[in-house]
């Protein structure tokens, strides 16, 4: 015997079901679904993944179009440094310094240009995802500290007061100025320790000073970047935290086996070499750090990393050490693993914090790249040159 539908029902009129009373039935059918829902915890799964669809649309659209090796292949044929901005200014880029600026106009620009778009997608992205930003853009101000650490180390202090949107956290003008005037690393750090950054830079200025190498107070600050940053995701929800963990940990390992390489290569102590090192990496554990660390060399150091998704990224370039380019390949064999990481995170995590990752890392690597090609064709380098040194998505075919 057939069963008669709903209105059927409703049209024969049915003692037992009226139009008021099927009102009523269809709004308790809603609210135990509801309730359902919350209670298995994917209502606010829902209302986070309803939260973020606008701003994945936006960046959708926007792109990144400088990772592309098809737009990069332009850019590098300008026929000129000025043929390179016009074209960068028809993209939007670069539009507050003249075609003819220099390339330490077009570096700042880029930088704060870098700067803006982590604060705006900050300020676009789902409540959720502000303690991963506060604490990127906490990276940020270290970067801008490093800057001040490089001008310092290249006898350029005097660039540092110039541009006081380029200055950290807790710089004053008054910082900025006698920073501007140090003759020395160790008086630079000295007039840090009024600025959080200061005790960090401290602990590493033994190092720089024996070696005169920038890359120890860059770590001490990275260090104290990556503590901030796993401090504030440790308070994101479980639900919503996982593409931020996963990449977090992956930066860690990233930034371990750049540490170690480094120390091997250098000839370092040893035992000098697990201070620094960061905790919390994805494939490779502390202990494991601590037994890579024991290898006598760097082709030895790398074979312990068989069976991680580091081996293959790195064991092609191994091959050529210790050739004068093979660490600088080497940085970029991470690099382009880093992109192709959270490409692959955008896709698994595409309905909450995947496709923000993506933008950040990409557009970071997309300015990157246009400094690189800008400065290459200010020094009359050609395109084969360039190439190995961008960072770029796989070509569509």
């Not at 809603?30 to 993944?49: E, K």
């Not at 400088?66 to 960068?88: A, K, T």
Request: glycine content about 6%; aromatic content about 10%; proline content about 6%.
């Amino acid at each position: 015997m057939d069963i008669p539908d709903l209105n059927t029902l409703l049209d024969a009129g049915s003692p037992y079901l009226t139009h008021l009373s099927g009102a009523v039935l269809i709004v308790i059918l809603v609210l135990l679904f509801l309730t359902l829902l919350s209670t298995a915890g994917y209502f606010p799964v829902l209302l986070s993944i309803t939260s973020y669809t606008p701003i994945i649309a936006r960046l959708k659209a926007k792109g990144v179009p400088f990772i592309e090796p098809e737009q990069l292949r332009e850019l590098m044929q300008s026929g000129s440094v000025q043929d390179c901005m016009s074209r960068l200014k028809s993209h939007g880029y670069l539009t507050d310094i003249p075609i003819e600026c220099t390339p330490d106009q077009a570096e700042e620009e880029l930088l704060l240009a870098w700067y803006e778009e982590v604060t705006l997608l900050r300020s676009q992205a789902p409540r959720d995802a502000w303690l991963f930003f506060d604490a990127f853009l906490f990276f940020q101000e270290i970067a801008k500290v490093k800057r001040i650490i490089r001008l310092i180390h290249m006898d350029r202090a005097g660039a540092i007061a110039e541009n006081p949107k380029l200055w950290p956290e807790g710089c004053s003008p008054d910082l900025a100025a006698k920073l501007g005037n140090v003759r020395s690393m160790n008086e630079g750090v000295r007039l840090l320790q009024e600025t959080r950054y200061g005790e960090p830079l401290l602990s590493a200025l033994a190092l720089y000073e024996k070696e005169k190498s920038v890359f120890y107070l860059d770590h001490a600050l990275d260090c104290m970047g990556f503590s901030e940053l796993k401090s504030q995701m440790s308070m994101v929800q479980t639900y919503l935290a996982s593409p931020y963990r996963d990449f977090i940990a992956v930066l860690i390992d990233i930034q371990n086996i750049r540490a170690l390489i480094r120390a091997k290569h250098s000839g370092w102590n040893p035992e000098a070499v697990p201070l620094c090192l960061v905790d919390g990496g994805q494939e490779l554990p502390m202990w494991r750090l601590v037994q890579m660390n024991e290898m006598m060399s760097v082709p030895d150091l790398l074979r312990q990393l068989s069976g991680t998704g580091y081996d293959s990224v790195l064991s092609p370039v191994q091959r050529t050490y210790p050739s004068p380019d093979t660490m600088l390949r080497m940085d970029m064999a991470l690099d382009q693993f880093l992109l192709d990481t959270v490409s692959r995170l955008g896709l698994v995590y595409y309905h909450t914090g995947g496709p923000l990752l993506w933008y950040l890392v990409a557009k970071e690597f997309e300015l990157r790249n246009i400094r690189i090609i800008l400065s290459a064709l200010y020094d009359g380098f050609s395109a084969d040159k360039i190439t190995p040194m961008l960072i770029t998505v796989p070509e569509e075919t």
